[in-house]
Structures are given as structure tokens and as C-alpha cells.
């Protein structure tokens, strides 16, 4: 099966190469790579299984410092770049991340001005190569994009993503050893050129694809695209695993297959948005309303950073109108809930320790300090309660930094996530 690939401008992503049932016979010729993997997971499973047993156990309960956990990918935007990146610095995001295809080799000019801005208002930068069929099939101009991309942008980013959401077939990779030929050569290209490899970028819950590729390539930073909106809420389970179960099994599984410490980034997730037709990139429940995407995004966050083992987290991505921070389809751009729930978040959480988690049967509650200040960030999964805390409470702050009324130490703890300051 060789389909062309074909780009949905919508909803930023390819069209699926085939239609299902074809997609699923032809996963038979990939057989001998499946069963390698099985043979790849079997001698790492014991490793694996007593890191993640005991970074269960130990979740949660070590104190981990959060300097610059905070990540949002942008994206160029004809004669609106200004826009772009004015709405980026209200954000107070430092950490960046632009996507450049392969396809558009021709236009890495456009993308050098675009990353020359943004590096002039003082952000860092990460860049995510993309990848499509034509590159399995004529390799060379694949390492040719990566040779001009490398030289042409180290001056402003030292860390560049290989490959992207391989793990899914209308990206153009069939199986993990089309992506291994593709990232190889990046691995000399990239000491000639002094710059930094993140990777595998292997999107959703498949930490089975991690042994095979880190055992070839050593990725200065590894990266997954952990997406979890088919589980509806961040708290939910798939598979009988959680958001922060999911995240301590790829700890373990990232620390049973590499030798040193490696940062563990989450290079891309989000929550798609109820309504916006053509324009969301998924179907069904994945969908939710914007109150509940921002909501879902502060805890999404909170439950992963928390929990010491991933030191970054981008959304994807600051403008879209299916998923984004931001809805491009007004005239003038409409800022959604979400984009005020990250900036207060970003304000409050950014430079802080975070402590421990508060125990409770029914909320979410976490502890940090900044500046000596104590806080909490609360939640409930569905209904409301009222919380008496044992400590003297100072003020209560909203999901988008509101005032929130208490009395008495008593908090009502939402879905929607609130800043509770303790004298």
C-alpha cells in the first residue's frame, strides 16, 4: 500500500493514507518488526516493572523544583505573525516549540524569520521535523532537509525533534525500523552541527516502541506526545491506567532502557473542542467543551509535573480552531478559557517546589511553596464538596485568578481547579 499523502490544513495533521480494514491487512507484511518488539519488551519487562512499582510508591511524595515547565507550540500565521507572538508573551510561556515538514523545504526562509521573532523576545525554542511518506521512499531527500534545516536554525534553537507521531500510519511510517532509517542519519548531522536530538516522539499510550528505538539512538532529551483525551478527564483510566500511572511506566520504561539520567519531555498533547466541525482533529468523545479543556489542561499539567518525573509539558497548540488556546476563525481572535487558565498557571506555578499531595478521598490536592508562600492547587473529579482545611487560609484564587470567596478555612472545591494561599 502506497498511498499519497495528503494534508488536512483544518485540522493540522495528514488525512489517513487508506481506509481502515486496507490499513489493518497490510500490517501484515510488517509481521517480523511486531515480533521483535515482543522480543525487545520481554528482556526489559522485569527491569521495567520494578522501576515503575517503586516510582509508584515514591510519586508524589518527593519535594522537585519547577523551573520553566511550561511549553506551547506556534505555528506561522500569514500577516498575523506580530499576533502570534504578542499573545505568546502574555502568556508568559519561555519554552516554544514550531513544527516545520519536510514538505515545506522550500519555504524554510519563511520559517527563519518566523523563529528570529520569537528568539527576539527572548523565548526558547524547540523545532519538530516532520515527516511524510516521500521520505521513507526517497531517503536522501530526507537527509537533505535535515542537513539544511540543522545548519539554517542552529543559530536559534539547539533542540530539534526527529520524526513526529510515527507510531501512526498516515504520517507515512509503517513500522519502527522505517523510523530508525530515517533518524540515523540525524545522529552524525547533528554533532556536525553542535545541536541537540529529542526524540522518539512516539504519540499516545505505545511504551512498548521505546526499548527497540533507544537501544539505536541516543536521544539527548526523549520525548512522548502523550496524548490522553480518549480517556475523557485527565483522571480517567485506559486500560486501567491513569494519567500519572502512564507517566510513571514511561519513567520506567525510559530509565530501564538508557544508561544516564535523560529529561523527559511531553512534546505535544491537548483536548480537542466540541463544535468546531472540520476543524477538530478528532471525532467524538475526545471533544469537550471549552470550560472543561481548560480545566483538563490544569490538571493535566498538575498530575504530570507533580509527580517529578517529567520536566516539560508543550500544548499543542497556542492558535487553532478545533483544539487551540486560541480561536483564529473571528475576525478578532478569541481568546478561549484555556489560554487564561494557562497563564494564571504559568503565574502562580512557575519557579515554585512543588511539596507533596495532600491525602483525600474525593479532591485532588496539591502543595507547593514559592517565595516561602504556601499553596495548594484543588479539584474534584465531579461533584463539588466543601473542604475544611486545618490551616489558616489567606485568599482563594480561581482557575484564571479570580477571587474566590471562603469562610472559616472553608474552601468549595469544582472540577475547575483553584488556588487555595495558606498564612
Known amino acids: 500500500m502506497e498511498q499519497d499523502f495528503r494534508w488536512n490544513p483544518y485540522a493540522d495533521q495528514p488525512h ?220 480517567n483510566t485506559q486500560f486501567g491506567w491513569n494519567t500519572p500511572g502512564k507517566v510513571a511506566l514511561l519513567k520506567a520504561v525510559v530509565d530501564a532502557c538508557v544508561k544516564e539520567k535523560k529529561n523527559i519531555w511531553i512534546t505535544e498533547m491537548n483536548w480537542p473542542i466540541a463544535g468546531t466541525g472540520k476543524y477538530s482533529p478528532a471525532a467524538g468523545k475526545m471533544n469537550v467543551s471549552e470550560e472543561e479543556q481548560a480545566d483538563y489542561l490544569v490538571r493535566y499539567f498538575i498530575l504530570c509535573l507533580s509527580t517529578g518525573f517529567v520536566d516539560r509539558i508543550y500544548w499543542w497548540q497556542l492558535v487553532a480552531p478545533g483544539y487551540g488556546l486560541i480561536d483564529s476563525r473571528p475576525k478578532v481572535w478569541q481568546k478561549r478559557p484555556s489560554f487564561f487558565a494557562l497563564k494564571a498557571m504559568v503565574d502562580r506555578i512557575e519557579g515554585s517546589l512543588f511539596v507533596k499531595k495532600i491525602p483525600h478521598s474525593e479532591a485532588f490536592m496539591f502543595l507547593f511553596r514559592k517565595q516561602e508562600k504556601p499553596f495548594a492547587v484543588c479539584w474534584t473529579k465531579g461533584s463539588s464538596l466543601e473542604h475544611a482545611f486545618p490551616r489558616s487560609v489567606l485568599r482563594v484564587e480561581s482557575r484564571d485568578g479570580g477571587g474566590v470567596a471562603v469562610q472559616d478555612n472553608r474552601v468549595r472545591l469544582t472540577p475547575s481547579p483553584q488556588y487555595v494561599y495558606f498564612r
Open 16 to 235: 489517513n493514507v487508506a481506509p481502515k480494514k486496507q490499513r489493518f491487512w497490510n500490517h501484515f507484511r510488517f509481521a517480523p518488526s511486531y515480533l521483535s518488539l515482543l522480543s525487545s519488551n520481554a528482556r526489559k519487562a522485569l527491569p521495567v516493572l520494578y522501576r515503575y512499582r517503586r516510582y509508584r510508591k515514591t510519586m508524589y511524595k518527593t519535594p522537585s523544583p519547577l523551573h520553566h515547565p511550561f511549553g506551547v507550540a506556534v505555528s506561522p500565521f500569514p500577516q498575523r505573525d506580530e499576533e502570534v507572538l504578542d499573545s505568546l508573551e502574555m502568556l508568559g510561556v519561555h519554552k516554544t516549540l514550531v513544527r516545520i515538514p519536510s514538505w515545506d523545504m522550500e519555504r524554510l526562509r519563511y520559517y527563519e524569520n518566523f523563529l528570529r521573532q520569537i528568539k527576539q523576545r527572548g523565548l526558547d525554542i524547540m523545532i519538530s521535523l516532520l515527516q511524510r511518506r516521500e521520505d521513507v521512499r526517497n531517503p536522501e531527500v530526507w537527509v537533505r532537509f535535515l542537513d539544511d534545516a540543522f545548519a539554517r536554525f542552529k543559530p536559534f534553537c539547539s533542540l530539534f525533534e526527529i520524526g513526529h507521531a510515527w507510531n501512526r500510519t498516515k504520517w507515512g511510517i509503517w513500522d519502527y525500523r522505517e523510523y530508525l532509517r530515517l533518524v540515523e542519519p540525524s545522529v552524525s548531522l547533528a554533532k556536525k552541527n553542535a545541536i541537540h536530538l529529542v526524540g522518539p516522539a512516539v504519540i499516545d499510550f505505545e511504551f512498548h516502541l521505546y526499548p527497540v528505538v533507544l537501544k539505536k539512538i541516543a536521544f539527548d532529551h526523549i520525548s512522548s506526545l502523550l496524548y490522553v483525551d480518549r480517556s475523557g478527564a485527565p483522571e
